[in-house]
T-cell receptor, first 115, second 109 residues
């Protein structure tokens, strides 16, 4: 099966700092990647769609200046949470859509805790 | 009406039984359908994809699609306690996956 990696798997940071999360498709090309957030016992919430070489498309209510997304290559997308606050603490999961058949594979997720 | 609907459960089945998970979707033009499994605290894992009407089998899993009724199901045969998880139905719609809220399955010994 296709593999998507995320780094780091968990991060603890102080309020006001920025955190970068990397998402890589290891064995397939992904023109499109997605970033989700999930709070405990809640559903996945799509934050943004990231297309290689172009600006990300953010879902309603997601601040694009706070959650910076870069998709510089067909295998790498990054999410930077800027000036993180405790309410940003969550489970962030990326997903990559395999270009050959549109199947979407998820990374293992990054657990962010902001103190 | 939600775009993808699932019963939240929990659905409780004894070990060895067949678990039947159901999903309905609202966009009649949808063409691609997926089932994901999510264990607590983990990210979703793809189980099955289905694109054509009928059944698709993979090991203990069978996905069923009925486009006329806008209905997708997942059957898990010989359910095991390790199958206990939340199962997410997803439908491809205008360039992104639309997820149901998931059905929590509990398989008891």
């Amino acid at each position: 099966g296709a593999v998507v990696s995320q780094h780091p798997s968990w991060v603890i940071c102080k309020s006001g700092t920025s955190v970068k999360i990397e998402c890589r498709s290891l064995d397939f090309q992904a023109t499109t990647m997605f970033w989700y957030r999930q709070f405990p016992k809640q559903s996945l919430m799509l934050m943004a769609t990231s297309n290689e070489g172009s600006k990300a498309t953010y879902e309603q209510g997601v601040e694009k200046d706070k959650f910076l997304i870069n998709h510089a290559s067909l295998t790498l997308s990054t999410l930077t949470v800027t000036s993180a606050h405790p309410e940003d603490s969550s489970f962030y999961i990326c997903s990559a859509r395999r270009t050959s058949d549109d199947t979407q594979y998820f990374g293992p997720g990054t657990r962010l805790t902001v103190l | 009406q939600k775009e993808v609907e699932q019963n939240s459960g929990p659905l409780s089945v004894p070990e060895g039984a067949i678990a039947s998970l159901n999903c309905t979707y609202s966009d009649r033009g949808s063409q691609s359908f997926f089932w994901y499994r999510q264990y607590s605290g983990k990210s979703p894992e793809l189980i099955m994809s289905i694109y054509s009407n009928g059944d698709k089998e993979d090991g203990r899993f069978t996905a069923q699609l009925n486009k006329a009724s806008q209905y997708v199901s997942l059957l898990i045969r010989d359910s095991q306690p390790s199958d206990s998880a939340t199962y997410l139905c997803a439908v491809y719609n205008t360039d992104k996956l639309i997820f149901g809220t998931g059905t929590r399955l509990q398989v008891f010994p």
